[in-house]
C-alpha cells in the first residue's frame, strides 16, 4: 500500500510502497480518507521533534486522521462506521498508570507513543491499524472534516483545565485572546468566539492575508505583534480574561501574564525549542500573586476531548471549515501538502473517499 514517510537518510515526505499492517488482537482495520497536516509534522520533518519507532529506517508521518472501519477483527465497532484516531498509544506495547487510568494524555516523556510524531507510525497510509478503544466514531456527515477532531481536541483539553482552574470562585470572563494564527489558532479563535464577548487573535503579518480574512470574519480583532506587542493589549485594547498561547513564540508564555485581567487564566500550548531572553521576573511573580492569575500548560488530548470535539465540530460553520483546507494534495504527489507559506492553513492529503 502507499504510505508518506521521512527517511533516515531523507530530508523531505516520499511516497513508500509497504505492506498493509494486519490487525492484532484487540485491533481494527481502517481505511483511511483524509489526513491533515500541522506545525508538529513540521517539526519532525525536520527532526525537531519527535523520533522514528525503533529499529525502522522510516516513519509513516501523520495524526489527524480520518477513515473508514475496514475489518472490524472482532472488535465492537462496525465495518464502514467512520471513526478518527486519537494519538498517543502504549510505549512498547507497555501499559502504566496513564493508560490504565485512560489519562495517556498526562503521561510524562517517555511513558507513551504517539503515532506519526514519536516511536511509532502515523496515519498517511492508504490503511492503519487501531486498538478499537482508541477509535472514536463520528457521523459520516462529518467525514470531510473528520481531519479537524484532533486539533480541536487540544483546544478543548485545554479549555477543560484553564476554566477548571477559575472554578471555586464566579468567574465571569468576557473577553479572550489567542496567540497564532496557525490552524490551531484559528480553530480556537472560532471555539472562543462562541463563549465570549469580545475576541482578539495576535499574528505577525500584513493585509493581505487569508488568516486576517478569517479572524475578522470571525468578529474577531487582529493584532499584529510587530506593531502590539502581547504585555500591551491591555493598554491598547483591554486586559483579557482568556489567553490561549498557539505560537510556541516563548516570549508570549511571559507576556500572556501581563495581558491577562486579574483573575484571568492562560493556557500554553506552543512547544519551542530552549531560548534564552530577558525576563522581568519580579514583576512576572508580582502579577501572577497580586491578581490571582494562572498559567496551565496543556498538551495532547484524549477519548472525551475527541468526543466534546466531535460536537463542536457539527456546530462549526462550512465557510469556516472549507477556508481552512487550502490544499488537498493525493499521495502520488504530496509536495503541495508540505508547502509551509503564507498561503497555507490547513493542508490535507486525501487517499479515499466514503
Ligand atoms: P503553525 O505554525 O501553523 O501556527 C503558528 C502561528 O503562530 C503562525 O501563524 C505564526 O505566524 C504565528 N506566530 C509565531 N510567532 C509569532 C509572533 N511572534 N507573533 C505573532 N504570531 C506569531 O502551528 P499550529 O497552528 O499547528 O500550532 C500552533 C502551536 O501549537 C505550535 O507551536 C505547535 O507546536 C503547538 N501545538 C501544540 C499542541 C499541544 O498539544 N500542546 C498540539 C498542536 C500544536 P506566521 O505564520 O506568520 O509565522
Ligand atoms: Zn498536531
Not at 85 to 95: C, L, M
Not at 158 to 169: K, L
Amino acid at each position: 500500500m502507499k504510505a508518506i514517510g521521512v527517511t533516515r537518510d531523507g530530508d523531505e515526505p516520499e511516497l513508500l510502497e509497504i505492506e498493509r499492517p494486519e490487525p492484532a488482537d484487540g485491533e481494527a482495520l481502517v481505511r483511511t480518507l483524509r489526513v491533515g497536516v500541522d506545525g508538529t509534522d513540521h517539526e519532525v520533518i525536520a527532526g525537531a521533534h519527535g523520533g522514528y519507532p525503533e529499529g525502522e529506517d522510516y516513519m509513516i508521518l501523520g495524526h489527524e486522521a480520518v477513515g473508514v472501519v475496514a475489518d472490524p477483527n472482532g472488535t465492537g465497532l462496525e465495518e464502514g462506521q467512520v471513526v478518527v484516531p486519537t494519538v498517543r498509544r502504549k510505549p512498547d506495547g507497555e501499559t502504566n498508570e496513564y493508560f490504565r487510568r485512560g489519562e495517556p494524555d498526562m503521561a510524562p516523556d517517555g511513558e507513551y507513543f504517539e503515532r506519526g510524531i514519536v516511536g511509532a507510525h502515523g496515519y498517511m497510509a492508504e490503511y492503519f491499524t487501531s486498538p478499537a478503544d482508541y477509535l472514536v466514531p463520528i457521523s459520516e456527515d462529518l467525514a470531510e472534516y473528520g481531519l479537524f477532531v484532533e486539533p480541536i481536541s487540544i483546544t478543548e483539553k485545554a479549555n477543560e483545565h484553564a476554566f477548571a482552574t477559575r472554578e471555586p470562585f464566579e468567574w465571569r470572563p468576557e473577553t479572550a485572546c489567542v496567540l497564532g494564527n496557525g490552524s490551531l489558532g484559528l480553530l480556537t479563535l472560532w471555539m472562543l468566539g462562541q463563549q465570549f464577548d469580545r475576541t482578539y487573535c495576535v499574528g505577525r503579518r500584513d493585509r493581505p492575508d487569508p488568516t486576517i480574512d478569517v479572524i475578522e470574519e470571525l468578529g474577531a480583532t487582529y493584532v499584529d505583534s510587530r506593531q502590539t506587542s502581547v504585555d500591551e493589549i491591555p493598554e491598547a485594547h483591554e486586559a483579557i480574561d482568556y489567553m490561549y498561547e498557539a505560537t510556541g513564540f516563548a516570549p508570549h508564555a511571559i507576556e500572556t501574564v501581563h495581558a491577562l485581567a486579574p483573575n484571568g487564566v492562560g493556557a500554553l500550548l506552543g512547544i519551542p525549542e530552549p531560548w534564552d531572553f530577558e525576563v522581568d521576573g519580579g514583576s512576572l511573580h508580582n502579577e501572577l500573586v497580586l491578581h490571582n492569575k494562572c498559567l496551565v500548560g496543556t498538551v495532547n488530548s484524549h477519548v472525551k476531548h475527541f468526543e466534546y470535539a466531535i460536537d463542536t465540530l457539527e456546530d462549526m460553520p462550512e465557510w469556516l471549515l472549507d477556508g481552512l483546507i487550502t490544499t488537498v494534495a493525493e499521495p502520488e504527489n504530496v509536495t503541495p501538502a508540505f508547502v509551509d507559506d503564507d498561503d497555507q492553513i490547513k493542508a490535507v492529503v486525501e487517499f479515499d473517499t466514503l
